[in-house]
């Protein structure tokens, strides 16, 4: 089972345009993700987590679409990756670090 909140940020009577704030857990209680939801999807920077509760992935969603930069790391808080997004689709600059962190691979 997962639980999950949203957090509605107006003033007046909600709508369909409305700036949310989403954040679900594992069954845990440890969070999963977080992040904005405009008009229902993904918008603006998101969290995701390992079950361990450390950062898994970070960047920015517009239009429930990956964009500009995005982090990943291993459970153990070491960055494995990092590149951009355009439209959803990696672009062709990404980083790649071995399990030490160290940078391996440099494709741009």
């Given at each position: 089972?997962?639980?999950?909140?949203?957090?509605?940020?107006?003033?007046?009577?909600?709508?369909?345009?409305?700036?949310?704030?989403?954040?679900?857990?594992?069954?845990?209680?440890?969070?999963?993700?977080?992040?904005?939801?405009e008009?229902?999807?993904?918008?603006?920077?998101?969290?995701f987590?390992h079950?361990?509760?450390?950062?898994?992935?970070?960047?920015?969603?517009?239009n429930?679409?990956?964009?500009?930069?995005?982090?990943?790391?291993?459970?153990?808080?070491?960055?494995?990756?990092?590149?951009?997004?355009?439209?959803?689709?990696?672009?062709?600059?990404?980083?790649?670090?071995?399990?030490?962190?160290?940078?391996?691979?440099n494709?741009s």
């Amino acid at each position: 089972m997962l639980i999950s909140f949203v957090f509605i940020l107006n003033s007046g009577t909600p709508t369909e345009s409305d700036l949310r704030y989403f954040k679900d857990f594992y069954e845990s209680g440890k969070p999963r993700s977080e992040g904005w939801l405009e008009n229902g999807m993904k918008s603006g920077y998101w969290k995701f987590y390992h079950k361990n509760a450390k950062i898994k992935a970070q960047g920015h969603y517009k239009n429930n679409k990956r964009e500009k930069y995005w982090y990943f790391y291993s459970p153990n808080r070491i960055r494995i990756k990092e590149g951009k997004y355009l439209n959803g689709r990696m672009t062709s600059w990404w980083l790649y670090y071995d399990t030490k962190g160290i940078l391996t691979i440099n494709v741009s």
